[in-house]
């Protein structure tokens, strides 16, 4: 039956669908616990300088919660990596010399620094003294920052490939180590993923806090989470915005063609307008319905109102990624991040006049932008990497020429199999770590000895936990 319905099917298109849809599903983790793991550490450090019960209270709430994520993004980030060797095996003989040794590092450093401090982190709390204890917290939050760097090399290298050559059978080979890795455009999407990172976690615990305010506002746990998650957005969403201009400065000059999708420009022209709205017709070359501000695209992406923006026409009709869908997908990131920067602003106004926690309208606001920046993540990660189509490695190798010649049905069957795994693992996982955030940080238990200030030995207090 799997082999009849995939008979004739495209085999390229289920290997690219397989890809983003086991890629969409993996993101969102490591998206969420790149911010929680420093937030962890930051709890835990204000903990130990203030000996505030209520930040080793959170500390205690959300530790769970981030074993929980991290375990999905590690179960779903080793099943993206078997499918460079299944479905990409062309693009893995040609680009493994450059981006294997990468994706080794990352293992070698990140896996393994998490690795080696994540059972202390979550089991060694009354076992080990405090200081080492923070230690480990904030070797998981370093390593899960370390990981993010490997990984955003090896794809900022796909988009901008620097320091290879190419030898007599066709591979990349690096010439330059320190080029391939801090390629052009590595250090503009690091830092904007690790910002998307602090912001998706700064609006799930600004969520979380949002719904306990609005069934208590006396919450003193929810109120600390509700006021440290609206301090990120008022400082970070901003900083995203910048951050984010100087990204797409860096991808007009080596992506324009991915630019100009993302723009709806189809045509080369001076004093180009920023289309708000439309839908991009690729058979016209024409935004049809648009609604758009005259000059204003020149002066984003140029610094100049008379300045030549350029458009697909200057490139090959085979080389225009597909326009509608980056588009859009760009609109509901830069969207989202608009309406992150509102949020700040409105809860910045509201603590000024002293009603952050009594405004029950920016709470449910609040608690409707929760899942925000997992959309805005999986939206920019289209643009980013739809919008490189028709290429794996940029101007290099073509997405059609990276496949594995392996007929449809069985990357089809393969794809049924991911489909119907991920919604059952997965969706049980998100069904428990939301009723871990339904319950109340306020009535986390802290034990008596964890209460007081350290004097005794860790043995101690291990002993007086047996008791």
Known sequence: ??????????????????????????????????????????????????????????????????????????????????????????????????????????????????????GVMLFGMNRVGEKLHYFATLMVAIGTAISAFWILSVNSWMQTPAGFAINDVGQFVVEDWFAVVFNPSFPYRLAHMLLAAYLTTAFVVGAVGAWHLLKDKTNAAARKMFSMAMWMALIVAPLQVFVGDLHGLNTQEYQPAKVAAMEGHFKSETQAPLYLFGWPNEETAEVDYAVKIPGLAS???????????????????????????????????????????????????????????????????????????????????????????????????????????????????????FIVVYFLVFGAGTVYILRKMAGNPETVHIPEYAKAKPAGMAAERLMHEEE
Not at 45 to 64: A, D, S
Not at 68 to 84: L, T
Not at 87 to 98: E, H, I
Request: glycine share 10%; aromatic share 14%.
């Open 299 to 417: 002066i984003i992406l140029k610094h100049d109102v008379n300045a030549e923006v350029t458009g697909l026409d200057a490139f090959p009709r085979e080389d225009w990624p597909p326009v509608p869908i980056v588009f859009w997908s760009f609109r509901i990131m830069v969207g989202i991040g608009l309406l992150m920067v509102v949020i700040g602003l409105w809860a910045g106004i509201q603590r000024a006049r002293g009603k952050l926690y009594d405004s029950s309208l920016l709470h449910r606001s609040a608690l409707l932008m929760g899942p925000s920046g997992f959309v805005a993540v999986i939206a920019g990660w289209i643009v980013t990497e739809v919008g490189r189509q028709p290429w794996v490695v940029q101007g290099l190798l073509r997405t059609a020429d990276a496949a594995s010649p392996i007929a449809a049905e069985g990357v089809g069957a393969s794809l049924l199999a």
């Open 1 to 118: 039956m799997v082999e009849s319905f995939f008979s004739d099917a495209d085999a390229l298109f289920l290997a690219r669908f397989q890809f983003a849809f086991t890629v969409a599903f993996h993101i969102i983790f490591p998206a969420f616990t790149i911010g929680i793991a420093s937030y962890l550490a930051v709890l835990e450090g204000l903990y130990l300088k203030t000996r505030k019960p209520v930040y080793q209270k959170l500390f205690r709430f959300w530790v769970k919660i981030f074993a929980v994520a991290f375990g999905m993004g590690v179960v779903s980030g080793i099943v993206m990596s078997y499918q460079f060797g299944t479905n990409w095996s062309v693009f893995s003989d040609k680009a493994g010399p450059v981006i294997g040794p990468l994706m080794g590092y990352e293992v070698l450093t990140a896996f393994f620094l998490e690795a080696g401090f994540l």
